[in-house]
């Protein structure tokens, strides 16, 4: 098991109410409710929780980027693993990850992702993702072309880690006339790269023909279940058994001394008025060509206020009540965990830890009854129940390099 | 307006496109370009030309009834392949009338084959940068408050659209992605348009409604400055969508300056 620790880096100082007045907290709602006072306290507070999350024995620390929202403070992903792979000595920085249909060049990607890993020793995990809807806006990036410059983004910057240069890319969307960085990553054949999502199909299949986990972010058991009953099928239609080695999952679980302050602080898991990402029109996030055709329909009666949001909208007691927000002390949350586990049988899991306006105080004691009495427990569990994260089970960084890989049935003529 | 009618409806293939097309009337060509958000099939001022006219009504490729094009990149892929559509249908010389986005792509096809437009008229056209405000952006918009914006009043959407069904909401996202998907960066106008203008020596009539909400007045002045032989009229307590909302007045003007030698 690999056990993982993630914040949103919450603007947690910005002003609610003007929020609340605007009707928005996303793409258009103004800067100017940015005070880069707090946003300094915060980011050397964030840093600090990073270097408590080492202390404790924690295996990784999850990172993130979004853009023009209070919910995210954290612009550039690559910003904090770069400070990580300088500050901290033993854990895992996992990017989950760098949005690749916003590279205008990919390239400059893959040598940062090769510095962050050189300078880190080789401790980096490099996920990528399609980046949210709000992003091509702010970013300006066409989202009818998101999957494509993803998966050709994608290719890209793996072969410019795995191949020598100099050699020339005449895509469909990136064009580089000599792709030859002089920076490749320590980690042979490349960092492990890991796929975070919720429920797309098309990311899922993707992620299953690389062989790359996937990681479920905060999604119901049920939903969970589905996903990896895709992940498999694809898994033996490429010619491999999947197992707890491909699957990731995101769990927001809040610990504290006593389960009063647990609960009043794991009620900030929906401060951004229920929505992980904040008010914001079904459009900013769903820009048209951005979602799954097969989707369309019933989106379209949503952005329209004629259906529920299909994520569906639980109230914090229900979120509570379903395990989809776990809160206590250590002994109290430590059951649920165990749940999930047999049910989801994950390898690799993060924990969201707090969000919105949790103290500081609270956050640091948070990860460490995280380190030192859940965790230990989690692995216990894990040996157990055979939950080998992917370096436990030395799984292959790609499909490309299995050697397990049964021969995939002919059809009959 | 009485209702012309024999609308038929056909499908031409076009250097690998099959583009739907509706078409009516008798008389001297003209065809007609589309919004960003498709069109009607049927509208009154379409039928108020076919009595004079033989009307075509083409799908841009992705829109409506035409199947989509992967490759589309740009307007001027539209324009090229509308140029092919009037090959197709035998039509040297004839008459464009834009509405809207349709306007840059009959600009675009004016600078191609200057000497194939007769007469062409530009209803509150996209494709120039306005000196002045922007063109308004679809894509932070709801699928209704986009086409609403075309109109000066809520109640001449209405007429028309009515209850907006699923159906056409369905439509709209999909016209949305095409517009995305050639007129994303910079939105909704090209660079060069109007230095190409200054080829077309054809009379050009260019309409916009006093209430245009969609695309500002400043660039019907820039398409004026960027035509050689063009005159402005504006159309009172109209939005962007003239034909729509005010397709009597914009008859009025069209029938008139495509009779003119």
């Known amino acids: 098991m690999h056990l993982m620790y993630f914040t949103e880096q919450p603007m947690s100082a910005y002003d609610e109410k003007a929020g609340l007045e605007y009707g928005a907290t996303a793409l258009t709602f103004s800067n100017k409710h940015f005070d880069p006072v707090e946003g300094s306290r915060l980011y050397n507070e964030f840093l600090e929780q990073y270097l408590k999350v080492e202390e404790v024995g924690i295996d990784g620390i999850m990172l993130n980027e979004h853009h023009n929202a209070p919910f995210c403070m954290q612009a550039k992903t690559n910003m904090f693993a770069a400070i990580l792979a300088a500050v901290t000595k033993k854990v895992k920085i996992v990017i989950l990850g760098n949005p690749l249909p916003l590279?205008?060049?990919?390239?400059?990607?893959?040598?940062?992702?090769a510095m962050i890993d050189m300078i880190s020793k080789g401790r980096l995990v490099s996920g990528f993702v399609r980046g949210g809807g709000q992003e091509q806006l702010s970013a300006g990036v066409n989202p009818a072309f998101?999957?494509?410059?993803?998966?050709?983004?994608?290719?890209?910057?793996?072969?410019?880690?795995?191949?020598?240069?100099p050699f020339r890319h005449e895509g469909t969307h990136y064009q580089h006339r000599v792709v030859n960085p002089w920076a490749v990553p320590l980690q042979k054949p490349y960092p492990r790269v890991w796929i975070p999502g919720v429920i797309s199909k098309e990311t899922v299949i993707w992620t299953a023909q690389q062989r790359y986990p996937y990681i479920a972010l905060n999604t119901s058991i049920e939903d969970t279940k589905k996903i990896w009953a895709l992940y498999d099928q694809t898994a033996a239609e490429c010619g491999y058994e999947s197992g707890p080695e491909n699957r990731g999952y995101l769990a927001r679980i809040h610990v504290a001394d006593d389960e009063a302050t647990a609960v009043k602080n794991a009620r900030e898991f929906t401060w951004m008025q229920g929505e992980f990402t904040g008010l914001a029109h079904p459009v900013w996030a769903n820009p048209a060509g951005y979602f799954s055709p097969s989707s369309r329909r019933s989106f379209v009666e949503f952005a329209v206020g004629r259906s529920q949001n299909p994520r569906g909208a639980m109230s914090f007691e229900q979120q509570l009540e379903s395990g989809m927000i776990m809160a206590g002390t250590p002994k109290q949350v430590l059951p649920r965990i165990r749940h999930?586990?047999?049910?989801?049988?994950?390898?690799?899991?993060?924990?969201?830890?707090?969000?919105?306006?949790?103290?500081?105080?609270?956050?640091?004691?948070?990860?460490?009854?995280?380190?030192?009495?859940?965790?230990?427990?989690?692995?216990?569990?894990?040996?157990?129940?055979?939950?080998?994260?992917?370096?436990?089970?030395?799984?292959?960084?790609?499909?490309?390099?299995?050697?397990?890989l049964k021969k995939k049935p002919v059809a009959a003529e | 307006m009485a209702s012309a009618k024999g609308w038929a409806e056909d499908t031409i293939e076009v250097s690998g496109a099959r583009i739907f097309l509706r078409r009516a009337g008798t008389g001297s060509p003209v065809v007609i370009l589309h919004h960003d958000i498709g069109t009607l099939d049927n509208l009154d001022f379409y039928d108020e030309l076919a009595k004079s006219h033989e009307v075509i009504v083409p799908h841009f490729p992705g829109w409506g009834k035409s199947p989509r094009l992967e490759w589309m990149r740009h307007p001027r892929d539209v324009a090229v392949l509308m140029q092919g559509l009037k090959s197709g249908l035998g039509l040297a010389q004839c008459a464009l009338v834009g509405l809207g986005f349709g306007g840059w792509v009959a600009g675009?096809?004016?600078?191609?084959?200057?000497?194939?437009?007769?007469?062409?008229?530009?209803?509150?056209?996209?494709?120039?940068?306005?000196?002045?405000?922007?063109?308004?952006?679809?894509?932070?918009?709801?699928?209704?408050?986009?086409?609403?914006?075309?109109?000066?009043?809520?109640?001449?959407?209405?007429?028309?659209?009515?209850?907006?069904?699923?159906?056409q909401l369905e439509a709209w996202d999909i016209a949305r992605e095409m517009s995305f998907r050639i007129a994303w960066k910079p939105y909704m106008y090209s660079q060069q348009l109007p230095h190409l203008l200054g080829v077309v020596k054809a009379p050009a009539l260019i309409v916009w409604g006093d209430d245009n909400k969609v695309v500002p007045l400043s660039a019907a002045h820039a398409y004026k400055k960027a035509l050689p032989n063009a005159r402005l009229e504006i159309v009172k307590g109209s939005g962007h969508a003239v034909e729509m909302e005010k397709p009597t007045e914009l008859a009025k003007l069209v029938i008139p300056f495509l009779a003119t030698k």
């Open chain 2, 108 to 167: 675009e096809m004016a600078t191609m084959a200057p000497r194939e437009v007769s007469k062409l008229v530009l209803v509150g056209p996209m494709g120039i940068k306005p000196p002045e405000g922007y063109i308004l952006d679809q894509a932070i918009i709801s699928y209704i408050d986009y086409p609403q914006a075309f109109f000066h009043e809520r109640k001449s959407f209405e007429k028309l659209y009515g209850n907006v069904t699923t159906d």
């Open chain 1, 340 to 404: 999930l586990l047999e049910e989801t049988r994950p390898g690799i899991m993060a924990v969201w830890a707090q969000d919105g306006k949790v103290s500081q105080k609270d956050s640091l004691r948070c990860i460490e009854l995280l380190g030192t009495e859940v965790f230990p427990q989690v692995r216990e569990w894990s040996k157990e129940l055979g939950l080998n994260s992917p370096f436990e089970a030395d799984a292959p960084v790609h499909l490309n390099y299995s050697k397990d």
């Open chain 1, 146 to 165: 998101n999957r494509e410059r993803f998966v050709e983004a994608h290719d890209l910057v793996v072969k410019a880690w795995t191949q020598p240069g």
């Open chain 1, 103 to 113: 590279a205008e060049n990919p390239i400059r990607l893959a040598e940062e992702l």
